[in-house]
């Protein structure tokens, strides 16, 4: 088996104006995590196919597992209150130690596994930018990020 993946990697300037705003967002959502355990504060800003965004921060919990990340704020938010909108774009931004980190974060596993069920809802691709200073790393499909992926299809008997 051969896996491959488009992924397109940039700068912050070389995002048209809907990816840029986009990036805003969740820049801008990094100062609203709750993030007092590991001082890791991260932003998402879903974009919905009518226009609408849709953001999120990482809230943590002193009991671990109760907290979530953006990623998944974002979205479970986007889901709730616009149902019938597909996510046609999904930004992610993380701030640390006084600054955006200058790589592009990645979004952990159970967030991938998020992302993917949501692109999955609604049978389109949801695009996916990962901030950075120094980059901007773009996949077409949250599908990129979790190959050999767990959906609906494989809970049928």
């Known amino acids: 088996m051969i896996f491959s993946t488009r992924v397109t990697v940039c700068n912050e300037q070389e995002l048209d104006a809907t990816q840029q705003a986009l990036v805003a967002k969740a ?11 590991s001082g890791f504060s991260v932003g998402a800003a ?12 990482n809230q943590e919990n002193a009991a671990y597992p109760s907290g979530l990340c953006a990623e998944r704020v974002a979205l479970f938010a986007a889901n709730a209150n616009h149902p ?8 992610i931004a993380c701030y640390t130690n006084g600054h ?34 120094d980059q901007c790393v773009i ?8 190959p050999l992926c767990f959906v609906s299809e494989n809970l049928e008997r």
């Open 100 to 133: 955006f980190t200058k790589q592009a974060g990645t979004p952990c596993g159970a967030c991938r596994q998020v992302m993917l069920e949501t692109e999955h809802r609604f049978r389109q691709p949801m695009q996916v930018i990962l901030y950075g200073q």
């Open 84 to 91: 019938t909108l597909a996510v046609k774009a999904l930004a």
């Open 46 to 57: 879903a974009l919905l196919e009518d226009g609408t965004i849709v953001a999120g921060s």
């Open 139 to 146: 996949f077409d499909s949250a599908a990129d990020l979790l």
């Open 27 to 37: 820049k801008a959502m990094t100062g609203q995590a709750y993030s007092p355990y």
